[in-house]
Each structure stands twice: as structure tokens, then as C-alpha cells.
């Protein structure tokens, strides 16, 4: 069954103790990418991946640091989390082409403390 | 920069009722629309998308999309909801690159 599989699905932890969640994906897509969504805000987007070796920013970057290492593989890691980071995290994958629509996992709920 | 707007962030139906939902984005370029459905408790799931062709889309479980250049709009509409509907919708750019862009989303409830 094609899939995206985030781990942990949910997370509750203290300000300051690095985190990682996993994202993997077994669809042999190219195109990885973070989310966190908060109420009355959607979705936005912290990092991206076109394959491996090539992240970007999105528009969250900030206190979020990603690797791609590995073709299915794309975490997401909290050196220091802090309070605001408490979300719902989303990783999806596509196949490479602007208009291809994104596989989404289904989703990790950090509370930082 | 790329921004795109859901207008209604609550909307309240009766089963049989039609629905119509705004999204507005700007960006000037060609634009990948897709409209994207969360059930409660669920993650997010392709609805219908656009990138070129029939500006009026059809999608999943009777849902359309209408992409007015002119507008900057791709709204969505289904004739007639159902209980099953209610859940979270959300509109998302993609253009002149990979970031995606996604509206704040409504919430759609459905009264049985």
C-alpha cells in the first residue's frame, strides 16, 4: 500500500531536549516536505526536498533542521524545541513536477513544555 | 510573495444544501491549484487539482473546482452536501517552484 508513515504520532516533551520525527515514504517520490498546521493558520511549510541532498527552506524554517539522506526518508529535527513549535506536524511526498498533488502522513502532535 | 486567502472560516449546512467555497491566490505566473479535504482525525487528501486545460475541474465524490484567471480564484462546489462532507477544506498554490502555499482552511459541518 502506498504510504507515507511519520513517527512518533504523538510526542509531548520539554523545552530544550532534541527531537526527530521520521517521515517515510515508499512511493519512490522525489519531492519530501514538512508541514505544521495551527488553528485559524492551515498548513505552512518548513522545509522542502527535490531528492537527496537538496533541501530548501519554506516558510517556517526557523528552529527546524531536515536531512535527505535517503530517497524515502526526510526527518524533521528540533535541536532545542521550544513551546511555540507545540503543533501538528504533516510530511508529504509527490512524485518531481509543480503539479503533481502530495501524499500526506498522518501526522505527529508535539506539545512542548 | 505568494499568499492565498479561503475566505469563509466557518460554514454551517443543512444536508442538500449547495456549497460554494472561496479561494483567492496572488501570484501572477502560472499557478498548480488543488483543493485538499481533512476528515476529523484524518490527514490531508487530494480533492481535485488544476495546472492547465478545462478551467472547471471535476474531483472526488462530486466535487468541482472553477480556475477564473482573470479572478485569481479557484473556488469549490459540490450541488449538494452531505453529512459525510463535514471535515476541513483547504486550497493550495503551487507555483514557479516547489513551495506550497496553503490557505488557512474551513471548516465545513453539515447538519443531518
Known amino acids: 500500500e502506498a504510504q507515507v508513515t511519520q513517527n512518533p504520532r504523538y510526542l509531548i516533551t520539554v523545552t530544550g531536549k532534541k527531537l526527530t520525527v521520521t517521515c517515510s515514504q515508499n512511493m519512490n517520490h522525489e519531492y519530501m516536505s514538512w508541514y505544521r498546521q495551527d488553528p485559524g493558520l492551515g498548513l505552512r511549510q518548513i522545509y522542502y526536498?527535490?531528492?537527496?541532498?537538496?533541501?530548501d527552506k519554506g516558510d517556517v524554517p526557523e528552529g527546524y533542521k531536515v536531512s535527505r539522506k535517503e530517497k524515502r526518508n526526510f526527518p524533521l529535527i528540533l535541536e532545542s524545541p521550544s513551546p511555540n513549535q507545540t503543533s501538528l506536524y504533516f510530511c508529504?511526498?509527490?512524485?518531481?513536477?509543480?503539479?503533481?498533488?502530495?501524499?500526506f502522513g498522518d501526522g505527529t502532535r508535539l506539545s512542548i513544555l | 510573495a505568494q499568499s492565498v486567502s479561503q475566505h469563509n472560516h466557518h460554514v454551517i449546512l443543512s444536508e442538500a444544501a449547495s456549497l460554494e467555497l472561496g479561494c483567492n491566490y496572488s501570484y501572477g505566473g502560472t499557478v498548480n491549484l488543488f483543493w485538499y479535504v481533512q476528515y476529523p482525525g484524518q490527514h490531508l487528501q487530494l480533492l481535485l487539482k488544476y495546472f492547465s486545460g478545462d478551467p472547471l475541474v471535476k474531483g472526488i465524490k462530486g466535487f468541482e473546482a472553477e480556475f477564473i484567471k482573470s479572478k485569481f480564484s479557484f473556488n469549490l462546489r459540490k450541488p449538494s452536501v452531505q453529512w459525510s462532507d463535514t471535515a476541513e477544506y483547504f486550497c493550495?498554490?503551487?507555483?514557479?517552484?516547489?513551495?506550497?502555499?496553503f490557505g488557512a482552511g474551513t471548516r465545513l459541518f453539515v447538519k443531518a
Open positions: 493550495a498554490v503551487r507555483a514557479g517552484g516547489f513551495k506550497t502555499i
Open positions: 508529504a511526498s509527490s512524485s518531481l513536477g509543480a503539479n503533481q498533488p502530495q501524499h
Open positions: 526536498s527535490m531528492n537527496v541532498e537538496v533541501t
